[in-house]
């Protein structure tokens, strides 16, 4: 029922369209600018897009005013051709005739059934989840996690601090790449789903279920540029630059030495939005006064 319940809440377009929208019936959705309402049809969703572009042009940059493809299961997957897409968790091409067949990829590979299903891509980045269209859904679950501290008071801080988080669109125009700092100095961003190694050029695909393709990227090609610890790390995500892992369900904050219980990365970086209202990895300057050496990053693992 609780899934069901995040279907009927979300409109099956694409993250970035689906913000100037809001569900009012199961076939009925109301523009956040004008009120206008749009019927739901799957198979005349350009209608939202056009919408946009008509009456909000400056609501939409100039790359998505001339984008063509508005089903929601496009926002994990990569036009190569006209019969290939480019999967942005696993980096493998999946041939299709209509998004049906990108549907059982995300379903059979990725456990992806429906747009409501970006709380589970949210465990592992802040790329894939938009928290403005996605904040009823995250405080319902933020209430069934009663283990964790200060569950009490979870939701209402959660609900205060989701109103300062960027979206996917905000977060791409920072450039920065949602891996561990000491990974990430080694790449450049080059768009929302590329980067670029900065020691030979090679180009990656941004996908947030293979962080570890970077890492393993510099210890094949370019080991002298990682210590002896980093080459064993088996961490990635850029979460873990705070904390400091104690066992496999307890971390402590490097912020605050508080002892944190967790199932997955959501848990972390709730901790972070809610205590030290950090983010993403474009919040970093907020550690406290830490060198992005090896030397320096090495030191404060240690604690």
């Known amino acids: 029922m609780a899934e069901r319940k ?36 799957t198979k005349h969703l350009v209608a939202f897009h056009k919408h946009l572009v008509n009456i909000h042009p400056e609501k939409l940059s100039e790359e998505k005013k001339k984008e063509v493809k508005f089903y929601w299961t496009w926002d ?9 897409a480019i999967c942005k968790h696993c980096q493998v091409i999946v041939r299709y005739r209509h998004s049906a067949h990108l549907k ?35 405080l319902r679950n933020a209430k069934h996690q009663e283990d964790l501290p200060n569950s009490s008071n979870l939701t209402n801080n959660l609900s205060e601090c989701i109103k300062g988080t960027k ?64 080459k064993k790390e088996v961490k990635f995500y850029w979460t873990w630059d705070h904390f400091t892992e104690k066992t496999d369900r307890e971390v402590i904050c490097k912020h605050c030495k508080v002892t944190v219980r967790y199932r997955h990365i959501t848990h972390l970086k709730e901790h972070l939005i809610i205590h030290h209202k950090i983010s993403g990895p474009n919040s970093n300057s907020v550690i406290i006064n830490e060198s992005s050496s090896d030397s320096d990053i090495d030191a404060n693992d240690k604690i």
């Open 6 to 41: 995040a279907e009927d809440d979300l409109i099956p377009v694409r993250h970035w369209i689906r913000g100037h929208y809001r569900k009012l019936t199961r076939t009925k959705a109301t523009c956040n600018h004008c009120n206008v309402q749009l019927i739901i049809n």
């Open 76 to 84: 994990h997957f990569i036009a190569k051709t006209d019969r290939e």
């Open 104 to 138: 059982q990829h995300l379903k059979g590979h990725h456990k992806i059934l429906n747009p409501s299903s970006y709380s589970i891509i949210n465990n592992e980045t802040t790329l894939y989840s938009d928290a403005k269209e996605n904040k009823n859904i995250t």
């Open 167 to 230: 979206t996917l669109d905000e977060e791409a125009e920072d450039n920065v790449i949602p891996v561990r700092r000491w990974i990430r100095r080694h790449y450049t961003r080059l768009t929302i789903s590329s980067l670029q190694c900065n020691h030979c050029n090679k180009r990656f695909i941004m996908c947030i279920y293979r962080l570890d393709v970077l890492r393993r990227h510099l210890l094949v090609v370019h080991p002298d540029k990682l210590t002896a610890k980093k």
